[in-house]
């Protein structure tokens, strides 16, 4: 009896014949975008432009239409880079960049230049490339270029009706880097136990860099009630933000100081306002956990905080025997010791 093994499927092979098939497509596409655009069919359809009728009624990106109509526009200037990407030496994403780019530069766009570039660096990669070859093209267009993006830079803050900070902004290319650069380092995950995406770990990092690795001078305005998280107790107030949890106000209690303020006769005129750890008990607390405390945490003692074992709120004594080293970002609520372990 022979038995008969099913074939092996090279997935990869398909994977090469699918995207070359796609491709050469995208081309036939291009070529037809740039009839279309030339028929005046989208403006007699009501439509601003053949970019906007292709957007809404072919269900695409306006990145895909514009590379798809500098492609069309700019054919008769890459001939050689067409042969190239019908052998698959390389993709339509290569020649929607050298599409633009010969849109942009005219006269001083050399297709034989550029195409072994393209033959040898991925998409992306060739892009820098290409923008390297444009500035020693014309510096002076692309020195505008790169003043007209730091003119277009901007930041927009909104609180959204849960309280939380909304941030959307354009940074120009050098603002950016520097952003980046900053924030690259405090967004690697702290160890095998960080269980953090990455747009998590960017947004714990810029609120330690806007903190400086310190708290924040925040005020926050809340009674004792709160502050004890008792039943009816209202909300606590803070300047940019919604009315914020007890919870929340305890945590922020944690790693500040607090001032009590007289505002009725049965008050107390003042509270305990010192909460800081000093510098030579911060130091002998350094010295003495080395490290967060926190289980399988790996972060170093320079990165961390002293925290109450018994919460400040609670009375607990700001000494030595009290404290515990720990990460600041770490997820937050009461904690309490149990031995090496804490549940914060």
């Known amino acids: 009896m022979i038995e008969l093994k099913p074939e092996v499927v090279d997935k990869g092979f ?6 070359h098939f796609i491709d050469g497509l995208e081309l036939d596409f291009a070529r037809l975008a740039v009839e279309f655009h030339q028929s005046n069919q989208w403006e007699a359809e009501g439509y601003n432009s053949a970019a906007d009728w292709m957007r809404f009624n072919c269900h695409m990106n306006s990145y895909a239409v514009w590379n798809a109509l500098a492609v069309g526009e700019q054919e008769g200037k890459l001939s050689q880079s067409i042969a190239a990407m019908k052998a698959g030496e390389i993709g339509f994403a290569h020649l929607a960049t050298l599409g633009r780019m010969a849109d942009e530069l005219g006269n001083g766009f050399d297709e034989i230049k550029l195409l ?15 923008l390297h070859y444009k500035h020693a093209v014309d510096a002076a267009g692309y020195n505008r270029d790169q003043e007209r993006l730091a003119e277009e830079r901007r930041l927009r803050m909104s609180t959204a009706q849960d309280g939380c900070l909304l941030l959307y902004g354009v940074l120009d290319p050098v603002g950016g ?4 650069t900053a924030l690259e380092p405090l967004a690697q995950p702290s160890g095998a136990h960080d269980d953090r995406n990455r747009e998590q770990r960017y947004a714990d990092a810029l609120v330690e860099l806007a903190s400086a690795g310190k708290p924040a001078n925040l005020q926050v305005t809340a009674t004792i009630e709160t502050l004890k998280g008792l039943a009816g107790a209202a909300a606590a107030e803070m300047e940019f933000s919604l009315p914020i949890s007890s919870t929340s106000v305890r945590r922020m209690a944690c790693d500040c100081s607090v001032t009590r303020v007289l505002l009725s006769q049965d008050s107390l005129p003042v509270g305990r306002s010192k909460r800081v750890i000093s510098g030579a008990l911060g130091r002998a607390l350094k010295a003495r956990d080395g490290s967060c405390k926190w289980p399988r945490c790996e972060r170093s003692a320079s990165m961390c905080d002293g925290h109450h074992l018994v919460h400040w709120i609670e009375g607990g004594p700001t000494d030595l025997e009290n404290l515990v080293l720990l990460w600041g970002l770490l997820p937050k609520g009461s904690y309490e010791a149990s031995g090496v372990g804490f549940a914060v």
Do not use: I, Y
């Open 177 to 180: 880097a520097a952003v980046r």
């Open 14 to 19: 398909v994977l090469r014949s699918v995207r």
């Open 116 to 130: 072994p570039l393209a033959k040898k660096h991925s998409p992306g990669k060739f892009h820098q490339k290409v």
